[in-house]
């Protein structure tokens, strides 16, 4: 029998049942959509995430933050990724704000280095409304923006580069929340800034008026180390004095060039100086450790959807036996015309492939279009942080590995009933009623 | 003249549960071509296991059975398969496939064995036509008659030109008066140099054969000319 007469012949037998088909195929629809949606959704998270990433961690900087194991460590307060950064740490030792001189000092690779002190308060403006502000930074600003030369720019107003004790710089998000015109604080205004001292008791909130100088231009990303639409700046002189501490979150390092080897050499150099109390980041770091996450996610979300399709493979087994049993006769009446065995094995398999094929097809449109209406919804809602919005992505590897798959599964969870419908005796099959 | 079926001391024996059922026990037989033989028999008699043996659906236990010069004991599945291609089956219930058109049926056998479609489709109306179907090429088995379903059968039968038919009951499943219309075709099939082996129970369709054999527990009893 000529292959596209084994094929019309097995369209046929699917024609024949259109309602047990559709719900067969529906099967693998589903199975091939889930595994198409949460894989491009994954995907297009890791590229918006790296993506924001990349901006607020510039390639040729590292963060040094207190304590051995920083990458690992648990989450810490002081928000967002940041502050889940500086978080951990078995061993610790406190790095101090004027350890930048002594790093300054460790590498000719070192351009620069600047302390960081942040902490959460909250932030009231002229009209006594108040927000919680997760990220009151003190930093020096002149060093600040020539490391952030491209992100640390007013959008309005301007940066002093010697600023008063009661100059501050805020985020575009800190200015405009929504991002919808409506502000809550804007350049020249005079504002409060409030920190609860938790290092004395009872507990007391501190306050000092400061003077909004700058408002800078939109970001976009997390800002790890670098400027955040989110955070609010205040001097380093006058974060020691109104935090009451000398003690650094992180000290970002400029370096004078972002070379892999370059890297590395001023990461063991700075590790070994602080005896392995320290870890240090970097840009690098951090992707080669999120590309590490997603892939497990990946796995994760994909095996949980394979089992779906496993679920969809069992039914087309199933499906396939009872069909098989019911065409008994038909299969004695092909053998009687001359039908060898492994054509009628054939024409199991090639329903199934049929079905396997447009299941696949059906799934990785509909998981597409699942994919997107639920990027759409999470960049509506904002529920993982309006700064993110995810555009799915459909790469070939998911494109034609789900399409084999769908088939595959049909074909192997088919190849049982295959096999017994082309092992019927001619003489028994005709007899079956 | 050539043989088409040669069975030399032909045994079949059955294990219905743990007893041994010897359905064949000896059959010599000797089909040359152009014939038209009935092969009579009450059931049980072993006739259906003799016609399941001809029609290389099944193989002997021991004795020879030669078809078309092929012995049948020495060929594989596949091998019996290519064997069934050369031989026209003719059922006692058609056994038609009720999905596809009475063309698309006679054009199955052609299908199976790979000749191609617009080939098929030309033969197939031509034997419609033959056995008197010609407008009636594009009905479903449902929408046809007994007699007319055994005619499409009949057309499919010799769709591949087969060296012979081997016809089970072909009227035992159709009224008295399509029956004769049946069997003057068969009668004209075979005038035309088809050699035809017939299975029945049936002593008066029996007679309208060229020679008949009685069967009974298994062996043939008699072998006359009509």
């Known amino acids: 029998m000529k292959v596209p007469d084994v094929f019309s012949y097995s369209f046929s037998a699917i024609k024949l049942r259109k309602l047990r088909a559709a719900l067969t195929t529906l099967g693998v629809v589903i199975g091939i959509a889930a595994i198409v949606a949460l894989l491009s959704i994954t995907q297009g998270l890791q590229v918006t995430i790296t993506d924001q990433l990349e901006r607020g961690l510039a390639a040729d900087t590292l963060i040094i933050v207190p304590g051995s194991n920083a990458l690992g460590g648990g989450a810490g307060d002081g928000g967002g990724f940041g502050g889940g950064i500086a978080g951990g740490g078995s061993t610790s030792a406190p790095l101090y704000v004027n350890y930048t001189s002594e790093i300054d000092a460790l590498s000719p690779n070192i351009v620069t280095s600047l302390a960081i002190i942040q902490k959460s308060g909250y932030l009231q403006n002229s009209a006594n409304e108040s927000k919680r502000a997760n990220s009151i930074i003190g930093v020096n600003f002149t060093q600040y923006a020539n490391a952030y030369s491209t992100t640390f720019v007013a959008a309005s107003g301007s940066v002093p580069m010697n600023p008063s004790d009661s100059d501050v710089v805020v985020g575009a998000r800190v200015s405009d929340p929504r991002l919808n015109g409506t502000l809550f604080v804007q350049a020249d205004e005079d504002v409060s800034i409030i920190w609860t001292n938790n290092t004395i008791i009872p507990f007391a909130n501190e306050t000092y008026t400061a003077h909004i100088s700058a408002v800078l231009d939109r970001i976009g990303g997390f800002g790890v180390g670098g400027p955040s639409d989110t955070g609010i700046y205040v001097p380093l002189s006058q974060a020691e004095k109104f935090f009451g501490t000398d003690e650094a979150d992180m000290i970002i390092v400029k370096l004078k060039s972002s070379d892999a080897a370059v890297i590395n050499s001023t990461s063991k150099a700075i590790t070994d100086y602080f005896g392995n109390q320290v870890s240090v980041i970097s840009a690098t770091a951090v992707q080669s450790l999120l590309s590490t996450i997603f892939s497990t996610v990946s796995l994760f979300l994909g095996g949980i959807a394979a089992i779906s399709l496993l679920v969809a493979g069992i039914g087309i087994m199933n499906i396939m036996i009872v069909s098989l049993i019911e065409r008994t006769r038909e299969i004695g009446i092909l053998k009687a015309l001359g039908m060898k065995s492994r054509t009628v094995l054939y024409i199991f398999l090639t329903e199934s492939i049929i079905i396997g094929l447009i299941g696949a097809v059906i799934g990785i449109a509909s998981g597409w279009v699942l994919a997107n209406v639920v990027a759409l919804v999470l960049g509506r809602g904002g529920l993982i942080g309006s700064a993110l919005t995810i555009t799915p992505i459909l790469t070939p590897e998911v494109l034609f590995g789900a399409l084999g798959f769908g088939i595959g599964v049909s074909v192997i969870f088919a190849a049982y009933p295959a096999w017994r419908a082309s092992k019927l005796k001619p003489v028994e099959a005709l007899r079956y009623e | ?192 140099g088809v050699t035809i082996i017939m299975v029945t129970h049936d002593q008066r369709l029996a007679s309208e054969a060229k020679r008949t054999v009685h069967m009974i527990d298994g062996v043939i009893t008699s072998d006359m000319v009509n």
């Open chain 2, 1 to 192: 003249m050539a043989t088409v079926v040669e069975a030399v001391n032909l045994k079949k024996t059955y294990m219905l549960g743990k007893i041994p059922v010897e359905a064949l026990r000896g059959v010599n037989l000797k089909v040359e071509k152009g014939d038209f033989l009935a092969i009579l028999g009450p059931s049980g008699s072993g006739k259906s296991t003799l016609l399941n043996l001809i029609g290389a659906l099944d193989k002997p236990t021991a004795g020879k059975l030669s078809i078309d010069d092929v012995d049948v004991s020495t060929l594989n599945d596949n091998q019996l398969a290519d064997l069934r291609l050369r031989i026209g089956f003719v059922f006692q219930f058609f056994n038609l496939i009720p999905r596809f058109t009475a063309k698309y049926n006679v054009e199955l056998s052609m299908s199976i064995k790979g000749r191609n479609k617009a080939e098929r489709q030309k033969r197939a109306e031509e034997l419609l036509g033959t056995v008197g179907l010609k407008e009636r090429i594009n009905h479903k088995p449902a929408e046809l008659s007994g007699g007319q379903q055994q005619r499409v059968a009949i057309a499919r039968a010799l769709a591949n030109d087969p060296r012979f038919l081997l016809m089970d009951e072909p009227t035992g499943n159709i009224d008295s008066k399509t029956a004769e219309e049946v069997m003057s075709l068969v009668k004209k099939i075979n005038e035309k």
